[in-house]
Structure formats: C-alpha cells, structure tokens
C-alpha cells in the first residue's frame, strides 16, 4: 500500500511540475513586437563586435611587450567579433518579418434580413512571400 500511495504521489508531483499553466491569452506578434526585436538584437551585435574590436586593439598594443602574449586578446576579440553575426542575421529576419505583418480593415459580407450587408473587422495580415 505504501508503494502504490508512494507512486500516485510521484505521479501527481510530476503532472503538476510540467503542466503549462497560463491564465493569460496568447497575443499574436506584431509588427512593433518584432521591429523592437530586430533592434535588440542589433544593438546586441554592434556590442559584441564593438567589444571584441577593442579586445583585439588591446592585443595589438600589447605586441611590444615581452611578458604578455597578445594571443589570447586576438582570439577573445576575433570569438566576440564572430559571435555578432548570428545576432545580425537573427535581426534581419525579424525585421523581415515586421515588414510583412500588419494589421488590416477587411470586409465580411453576410446576410442580415435577406439582404447582403458589409461588416468591417480586424484582421491581422501577413504576407508570405514564395
């Protein structure tokens, strides 16, 4: 009986630590949502690059000292300066992405009384380009 009593209370602890609870709804990307993306993620790669540009100027100022060996500021510098294109490339595509979501007036026409009337509503668009 302990083992069965023990095993429903691992199974409840366990459903009850991986159940996704929102109590919020799901609100679609907007086109401000993935422009304020795109540029995080820019000013996240002109850090890094800009960091790892002065890492690698350190370095070279550094060559004509005996004791310390550049290297490692070369490599640190050159990890940080390569570490910025995926950044740059994640921006682009969300500004990409921005450009082809918007939101719309679209009409719906439907009958009302046996007659054919226009209703406008919002609609969120986006164009998938092929």
């Known amino acids: 009986m302990k083992k069965i009593s023990l095993l429903v209370l691992l199974t409840a602890i366990t459903v009850c630590s991986f159940s996704q609870v929102t109590d919020e709804p799901v609100k679609p990307k907007l086109?401000?949502?993935?422009?304020?993306?795109?540029?995080?993620?820019?000013?996240?790669a002109w850090v890094l690059f800009g960091t790892g540009a002065v890492i690698n100027i350190i370095g070279i100022s550094k060559v004509d000292e005996p004791d310390d060996s550049p290297v490692g500021y070369w490599v640190a510098g050159s990890v940080l300066m390569f570490a910025s294109i995926p950044f740059t490339i994640a921006g682009y595509k969300n500004k990409k992405k921005a450009l082809s979501v918007a939101i719309n007036t679209q009409q719906l026409h439907r009958l009302k009384n046996s007659n054919l009337c226009t209703v406008s509503y919002p609609a969120l668009t986006m164009k998938i380009r092929l």
């Open 31 to 44: 086109k401000t949502d993935y422009l304020k993306k795109s540029r995080n993620l820019k000013i996240t």
